[in-house]
Structures are given as structure tokens and as C-alpha cells.
């Protein structure tokens, strides 16, 4: 089946203790990129990349950091996680830059204390 | 930056009636602009996509207008029903980044 794949799902940690996650696409997919959403804000872009070793800044990409060394993986870190960054976390794929349809991962729920 | 504006935040309206959700933007010519569905605790879900050269896309029960002097996206859904409801979000392209607006919460009573 072709997906995108999240993980973890749920995850509630504390200020500054490093933590990564992941994302998996199986559709060979160039396009992959990372929202956080959070109430009366929306989906804001964190962090794309257009392909394999090529990633981009989106609108709100403070305080986290990506790579990009295969294909159909694109982690994402959050080296010292602060509360401010409790938030609803999606990764997404599309085919390509000519390809419009973005497929969404379910979802990180993130919760800093 | 992109400012993306929908509406009203929730439309409510009787089944079998015409939904209208309206998608406003400022600041860039988007190469083309999208239409999303999400259910609660669901990821988004693509739906429609018009390009800046299109006035009007269809698909089944949706459609889309595009009017870029007006900086306007109109996303109607006819014939409505009960399991329309959802949050429905617009989101504009520029060519690399997305920007997305906040979303309509529609319900549609029976």
C-alpha cells in the first residue's frame, strides 16, 4: 500500500532532551517535506526537500534540522526540544516539482513539559 | 510572507444545500493552489488542484474557481451530506514551498 509513515505517533518529553522523528515514504517519491499544526495557526512548512541531499528552509524552521540521505526517508530533529514546540507534527510526499498531489503521513503528536 | 485567509472558521449548512468555503491570499502569484480535506486527528487528504491559468476545476460534487486579479479561491461542494463534514483547507504553491490557510470547519446538519 502506498504510504507515508510516521513514528512515532504519540511522544511526550521534556525541555532539551534530544529526540528525532521519522518519516518513511514507499511511493519513490522527490518531494517530501515536514508541517507542525497547531489551533488558529494552521499548517506552517518547517522544512522541504526537493530531493535526496537537498533540503530547504519553510516558514517556521527554527529550533529544528532535517537530512535527507535516501530517498524515502526524511527525519526530524529536535536537538534540545522547548515547550513552544508542542505541537501536531505531519510529514508529506509528492511525486516530484511537476507533481502536485501531497500525501500525508497520520501524524506526530509532540507534547515538551 | 504568504498570508492565507479562509473565510469563516465554521459554516454550517442543511444537507442538500450548496457549500461555499473561500480561500483569500496575499503577497505572491501561487503556481497553482490546492484543496485539502481532514478529518479530526487524520492527516490532510488532497482533493482538488487548479493552476493559475485555470478559472474553474471540477470533480464530481466539488469545484473550484480561481480568480487571480482578486487574489481568490472559491471551493463549493453541491448536493451536500452529512459526511462532507470535515475541515477543509486551501493551500497555494509557489514552486518549491507550501503555505496553508487554517481551514473551514464544515458541517452539514441532516
Known amino acids: 500500500e502506498a504510504q507515508v509513515t510516521q513514528n512515532p505517533r504519540y511522544l511526550i518529553t521534556v525541555t532539551g532532551k534530544k529526540l528525532t522523528v521519522t518519516c518513511s515514504q514507499n511511493?519513490?517519491?522527490?518531494?517530501m517535506s515536514w508541517y507542525r499544526q497547531d489551533p488558529g495557526l494552521g499548517l506552517r512548512q518547517i522544512y522541504y526537500?526537493?530531493?535526496?541531499?537537498?533540503?530547504d528552509k519553510g516558514d517556521v524552521p527554527e529550533g529544528y534540522k532535517v537530512s535527507r540521505k535516501e530517498k524515502r526517508n526524511f527525519p526530524l530533529i529536535l536537538e534540545s526540544p522547548s515547550p513552544n514546540q508542542t505541537s501536531l507534527y505531519f510529514c508529506?510526499?509528492?511525486?516530484?516539482?511537476?507533481?502536485?498531489?501531497?500525501?500525508f503521513g497520520p501524524g506526530t503528536r509532540l507534547t515538551v513539559t | 510572507s504568504q498570508k492565507i485567509e479562509q473565510n469563516s472558521e465554521a459554516l454550517n449548512i442543511q444537507e442538500g444545500k450548496t457549500a461555499t468555503l473561500t480561500c483569500n491570499y496575499t503577497?505572491?502569484?501561487?503556481?497553482?493552489l490546492q484543496w485539502y480535506r481532514q478529518d479530526p486527528g487524520r492527516g490532510p487528504v488532497f482533493l482538488l488542484l487548479?493552476?493559475?491559468?485555470?478559472k474553474e476545476k471540477r470533480k464530481e460534487r466539488l469545484k473550484v474557481t480561481f480568480d487571480t486579479t482578486l487574489k481568490q479561491s472559491l471551493f463549493h461542494i453541491t448536493a451536500s451530506q452529512p459526511a462532507d463534514s470535515a475541515t477543509y483547507l486551501c493551500?497555494?504553491?509557489?514552486?518549491?514551498?507550501?503555505?496553508f490557510g487554517t481551514g473551514t470547519s464544515l458541517t452539514v446538519i441532516p
Open positions: 526537500s526537493m530531493n535526496v541531499e537537498v533540503t
Open positions: 511511493m519513490n517519491h522527490e518531494y
Open positions: 487548479i493552476r493559475e491559468n485555470e
Open positions: 508529506a510526499s509528492k511525486p516530484g516539482l511537476r507533481f502536485y498531489e501531497q500525501y
Open positions: 493551500a497555494l504553491f509557489t514552486g518549491n514551498q507550501f503555505y
Open positions: 503577497n505572491y502569484s501561487p503556481a497553482y
